[in-house]
């Protein structure tokens, strides 16, 4: 089992935006479907969105409209664009990655979003 590789998070401002990467490209085998997760402090990991290998969506009733997920597939990236954030935006941001064939499944050791003036 191998890390995946996030980066992007930092400190932004309520309704300003972040964009968070992941990168996959170590991982040898094809990859199904990709995710975000996140964490916040005192609570339990939730998912925010997934994306699967044909691009269909899955995204959290609570970022609906704010969040995009999207891929590169061939080059095994992950992408969550964050807009209008909130402070209960708050969190520690995990990609998450399955291999299109097989049980593995790969996570990130997270990235720092947090959102206050």
């Known amino acids: 089992q191998v890390r995946l590789v996030e980066s992007g998070g930092g400190l932004a401002q309520p309704g300003g935006s972040l964009r968070l990467s992941c990168a996959a490209s170590?991982?040898?085998?094809?990859?199904?479907?990709m995710g975000w997760y996140r964490q916040a402090p005192g609570k339990e990991r939730e998912l925010v969105a997934r994306?699967?290998?044909?691009?269909?969506?899955d995204v959290s009733d609570s970022v609906k409209g704010r969040f995009t997920i999207s891929r590169d597939v061939a080059e095994k990236k992950s992408y969550l664009q964050m807009n209008n954030l909130r402070p209960e935006d708050t969190a520690v941001y995990f990609c998450?990655?399955?291999?299109?064939?097989?049980?593995?499944?790969?996570w990130g050791l997270g990235t720092q979003v947090t959102v206050s003036s």
């Open positions: 170590r991982i040898r085998f094809s990859i199904g479907e």
């Open positions: 998450n990655a399955r291999i299109l064939f097989g049980t593995a499944q790969y």
């Open positions: 994306i699967a290998h044909d691009g269909r969506t």
